[in-house]
């Protein structure tokens, strides 16, 4: 089946760092999702990738649909204490707006920052 | 976006029993899903709950042990059945609907259930 391949596990930075993380897949997806999971909670969606080349802000957070379709970025810039989480990259098939599907999840990377 | 209630928000329980685990939407929505996420680990798809017909399970998950209900297009339950300490996880349901995301393929998702079985 389908695998993502999730970097870095985790980071552990200072206030103000720049942080990047990425996911490749060994088969291509037409969607990917960018999540954010805090404690007790369940994840948040930060960003909605479509088409490849796509890049997309929201905020300090930027995130790119690769080229190939089999990888996908997430930058955060001037990171805050309260950016602390798990992060998920999340693939999908269905084409935008077009049909649904199954979700498939990397390993997460597990963002702290210091003050 | 939509709101999705999940009851219980946490349970301990004892192995050999069963807990039922609620998601409620505060809309209809077209599609709902069942995930497990294991202690320190990623999300992975249990099934997709079909509203008036049987789910439709991912591989290494069974009727038998994950028995899902979906009898309307805003409420779903997953039973995690003859719990044994394997099955200490959250569980998390998902709502997807073009109508909600503006046409865009989105899964928004509850805060989850903690399951932990002694």
């Known amino acids: 089946g389908q695998q993502l391949n999730q970097s870095p596990q985790s980071m552990f930075i200072q206030e103000g760092e720049d942080v990047s993380m990425n996911c490749t897949s060994s088969s291509i997806f037409n969607t990917w999702l960018w999540y954010k999971q805090e404690p007790g909670e369940g994840p948040v969606l930060l960003i909605a990738?479509?088409?490849?080349?796509e890049l997309t802000s929201n905020g300090r957070l930027t995130a790119q649909f690769g080229i190939t379709r089999k990888d996908s970025f997430l930058n955060i810039s001037a990171s805050i204490p309260s950016d602390v989480g798990i992060y998920f990259c999340a693939g999908q098939l269905g084409a935008g707006g077009t049909s649904y599907g199954k979700l498939t999840f990397g390993q997460g990377t597990i963002l702290t920052v210091h003050p | 976006s939509a709101v999705i209630s999940q009851k219980p928000s946490r349970d301990i329980c004892q192995r050999g029993t069963s807990l039922t685990i609620q998601c409620q939407v505060d809309s209809q929505v077209t599609m709902m899903f069942w995930y497990r996420q294991q202690p320190g680990q990623s999300l992975t798809l249990i099934a997709t709950?079909?509203?008036?017909?049987?789910?439709?399970?991912e591989s290494g998950f069974v009727i038998d042990k994950f028995p899902i209900s979906r009898p309307n297009l805003t409420f779903s339950t997953l039973t995690v059945s003859n719990m044994s300490p394997e099955d200490s996880s959250i569980y998390l349901c998902?709502?997807?609907?073009?109508?909600?995301?503006?046409?865009?393929?989105?899964?928004?998702f509850g805060a989850g259930t903690r399951l932990s079985v002694l």
């Open positions: 709950a079909n509203q008036g017909s049987e789910a439709t399970y």
């Open positions: 990738l479509y088409k490849a080349g």
């Open positions: 998902s709502v997807e609907d073009l109508a909600l995301s503006g046409a865009k393929n989105i899964q928004y």
